[in-house]
């Protein structure tokens, strides 16, 4: 996406420093609005000159990025997934079915679905068939790579897109019992950002994608004048709606736990907006005033439903957390970090030890560990008001002998990351201990919450 382009609207709002797609382009126009270049996310789909990938053309699906196409931008992002490193490659379980989304009905169904991947043509007339297959696919790419630092840009297509092509019911049907199967899938191999609450589960972004897909498929039945055929939907969507708002009450009750507390805020508030933002789309005038009354507008009014819990979660959020709320452009062009699933983003602004793992990352040489840290500087200076980068860089600079300072390092700075470095406001950021700062959230967070 380009610097201009408008905010995701999602409430609260996160922060206006980064734009909220995971785009790196302009937007398309006209006919070509509905396909994705293959020259982005770095250039990861330029053609090789021994011939092993040719890209497809711009909308080769019917309009929409070709299947190829879609699949190399997963490999870009989560290349772990696909060079024998991740150590759950050998778990993903052999699977049977005529439909890709038959192969999609077990813990690692995500995987499994990006592995028949060429069970979906490339075709500039698609059948419903093919359709119900693209959904799949663009269900498990995007959810292999949401937590990732280049993540897809196909979530328009699942949440809303893909519902709304004049295709049999039986078709939508198959796309409906998917969406319903993805709470089974297991995402802690593609995310650093779950929490795990006993007698909830996880917890994470990744089930803000998950309401979206439902929202849209409830928004297509209601569009249809079926809305017998959405009550499974709704009831998912419900289901998952009570269980984030019992994690949250769960952790709100134990002390000691507030960093997760705070991460669950961040989490649920963006959720509960993702099923705003499907409330609002234009397709949601045919549902019943009384089911958009129960589920919209969550983090924002009518606290008493689901116990309240997205009205604190979105408190949280609002008044510790929204300057965190920005998409992490300035890691997009660090690949380093693409190497492991080890070195995946964890949740800011607590990123203190995720900062010492990269200066103790075994596979980087003193060049490279300077460019990341240049990445983090770059960070700092681009994003206004956040932490996050901040104590990275803290916890790079605590754990790595030398710390920032290191002479290998430093010979290898530019001018301008050596110049930051030196600041002496940065270095007063830099000198707070972790266990400082995060008790600081802590104490902030119980005043928010006791305040109401």
């Not at 379980?93 to 999609?104: K, S, V």
């Not at 190497?339 to 900062?355: I, M, R, T």
């Not at 010492?356 to 003193?366: M, Q």
């Not at 005043?447 to 109401?452: D, E, I, K, P, S």
């Amino acid at each position: 996406m380009s610097p201009t382009e408008p905010v995701d609207p999602r409430v609260p709002r996160a922060s206006s420093a980064q734009p909220a797609s995971g785009v790196e382009r302009p937007r398309a126009t006209g006919p070509e609005a509905r396909g994705a270049s293959a020259a982005g996310n770095g250039g990861a789909l330029a053609a090789r000159k021994d011939g092993a990938f040719a890209p497809e053309g711009r909308g080769a699906f019917g309009g929409f990025i070709g299947p190829r196409n879609l699949v190399a931008l997963v490999k870009n992002a989560a290349p772990f997934l696909y060079d024998g490193s991740h150590p759950l490659a050998a778990s993903v379980p052999p699977t049977e079915g005529t439909r890709l989304a038959d192969h999609g009905r077990h813990a690692l169904g995500w995987w499994s679905i990006l592995r028949e991947e060429a069970r979906v043509p490339s075709t500039e007339t698609p059948t419903a068939a093919d359709r119900t297959e693209y959904f799949a696919l663009c269900v498990a790419a995007h959810f292999a790579s949401a937590a990732t630092y280049v993540p897809t840009d196909v979530d328009s297509k699942i949440r809303h897109a893909l519902w709304f092509e004049e295709d049999p019911r039986e078709e939508l049907l198959v796309r409906r019992d998917l969406a319903l199967a993805l709470a089974d899938w297991d995402l802690r191999g593609v995310s650093a950002r779950i929490v795990r609450v006993d007698g909830a589960g996880d917890v994470s972004g990744h089930d803000g994608e998950r309401l979206s897909v439902l929202c849209g498929g409830l928004l297509a039945f209601h569009a249809l004048g079926a809305p017998e055929l959405a009550e499974p939907l709704e009831h998912a969507i419900d289901a998952e709606l009570a269980r984030e708002a019992r994690a949250f009450a769960t952790i709100e009750r134990s002390p000691g736990r507030e960093k997760e507390l705070l991460i669950l805020a961040a989490a649920l508030t963006h959720n509960a907006g993702d099923v705003m933002q499907a409330f609002n789309a234009k397709n949601a005038k045919r549902v019943a005033p009384e089911v958009q009354h129960r589920y919209a507008d969550l983090a924002r009014e009518r606290f008493d439903r689901y116990g309240g819990a997205y009205g604190r979660a979105s408190a949280l959020y609002r008044e510790l957390l929204a300057s965190e709320g920005h998409r992490n452009y300035p890691l997009r062009e660090l690949k380093l970090l693409r190497a492991s699933h080890e070195l995946l983003l964890p949740p800011g602004p607590f990123l203190d030890d995720w900062g010492a793992k990269l200066a103790r990352w075994p596979k980087w040489s003193p060049a490279q560990r300077a460019e990341v840290v240049g990445g983090l500087v770059e960070g700092c200076k681009r994003v206004a008001g956040q932490e996050s980068y901040y104590r990275a860089l803290a916890g790079f600079d605590a754990a790595y002998p030398g710390g920032l300072a290191a002479r290998e390092l430093a010979t290898c700075y530019p001018t301008a990351v050596r110049k930051l470095l030196a600041d002496s406001d940065v270095r007063k950021k830099l000198a707070v201990r972790q266990i400082s700062f995060e008790s600081s959230y802590a104490k902030r967070a119980r005043a928010v919450l006791t305040r109401g």
